[in-house]
């Protein structure tokens, strides 16, 4: 098992959220282990989650994030998915385009 390695970055108006578990596997206590070193994700942009992993690290992350204007999942099908919110701008099962999807090109 592996503690995740969890980055934060900011796209737009929202943070970013993205973790990756070496070699897949994690225990509970390596990933709240984790949760703890990346600090307190709330603050005044809604927080975009987005990596493989159990849901109750997912869990973690979201509570780590509380209060944020929201919070959202990523989905690969459809975008960032809203799971939390303490805004009227943002409405849970809301889908958030993703900030840094490189917008496609059409052929001539």
Known sequence: ?????IVIGVAGNFKTVKFEIPGG?????????AVAEAGDLSGDKPVLLNGRGPVWGYAMLAHSAHPTPAVATY???LG????ATHSPDFAVGQVVADPEAVPATVAA
């Not at 098992?1 to 390695?5: D, L, Q, S, Y």
């Not at 960032?80 to 799971?83: E, G, K, P, S």
């Open 75 to 77: 989905d690969p099908r």
């Open 1 to 5: 098992m592996a503690k995740p390695n």
């Open 25 to 33: 596997v994690t225990s509970p206590a390596e990933f709240a282990e």
């Open 80 to 83: 960032y998915v809203v799971v």
